[in-house]
């Protein structure tokens, strides 16, 4: 199956520090989509990118799809206590399978 | 998030003994799919539907069956639980052209002894 590499597996930062997490992979991505994870809580969606060089903003959260439509990013300016939790990014097959990255675990510190 | 439901929402077995776990969906959603989740492995496929009693295999399917009656209901079951097979456990559901995204349900955390 396909996989998609994140990094990094963890991140601690001080609240108010900028957060990036990336996914890579080896082959061309059709789409990719961002998900959070709160602890003890289930994945919510939050975007999907699409198109290649695609960047999307969410209030503090930039996504952006590489021009070769194989990495993507997320990243979170000035972080709040409200963005702990698991990132994940995902992509989806044309069987309408998706994996999902490993995950970045964000932890803020107040 | 799209109406969905999972049960129980804990469980505690013990090895050799087999357990079903339940997502019930209200949004009429065609694909329905199962995942375990384990620190350092993310989420990962167990097995998915993309219509009733239609069914196939995901990355992690051994030792793990499923059953799709009903638009609504698909079952997961583990026929002889190893420790192993202690997770969390998330439903999700997808219908194709709406984004391309999955919903989750709450997630069901098992432990097999």
């Known amino acids: 199956g396909q996989q998609v590499m994140q990094i990094p597996q963890y991140q601690h930062v001080q609240e108010g520090e900028d957060f990036t997490t990336y996914c890579n992979s080896s082959t061309t991505l059709s789409n990719i989509q961002w998900y959070k994870q709160r602890p003890g809580g289930h994945p919510v969606f939050l975007i999907q990118l699409v198109k290649s060089g695609e960047v999307k903003k969410q209030k503090r959260l930039t996504f952006q799809f590489g021009e070769a439509k194989k990495n993507s990013s997320l990243h979170i300016t000035a972080t709040q206590t409200t963005d702990v939790g698991t990132y994940f990014c995902?992509?989806?097959?044309?069987?309408?399978?998706?994996?999902f990255g490993t995950g970045t675990s964000l932890t803020v510190i107040p | 998030d799209a109406g969905i439901t999972q049960s129980p929402r804990h469980k505690v077995t013990e090895t050799g003994t087999p357990v079903t776990l339940r997502c019930h969906q209200t949004?009429?959603?065609?694909?329905m799919y199962w995942y375990r989740q384990d620190p350092g492995h993310g989420l990962r496929l167990i097995h998915y539907s993309y219509g009733v009693k239609d069914t196939d295999k995901g990355e992690v399917s051994d030792g793990y069956s499923v059953s799709r009656s009903k638009t609504e209901d698909f079952l997961l079951t583990l026929e002889s639980a190893t420790s192993s097979q202690t997770s969390v456990y998330f439903c999700a559901t997808n219908t194709p052209g709406h984004q391309e995204t999955q919903y989750f349900g709450p997630g069901t955390r098992l432990l097999v002894l």
């Open positions: 995902a992509l989806s097959n044309t069987g309408n399978q998706f994996y």
């Open positions: 949004e009429n959603h065609r694909y």
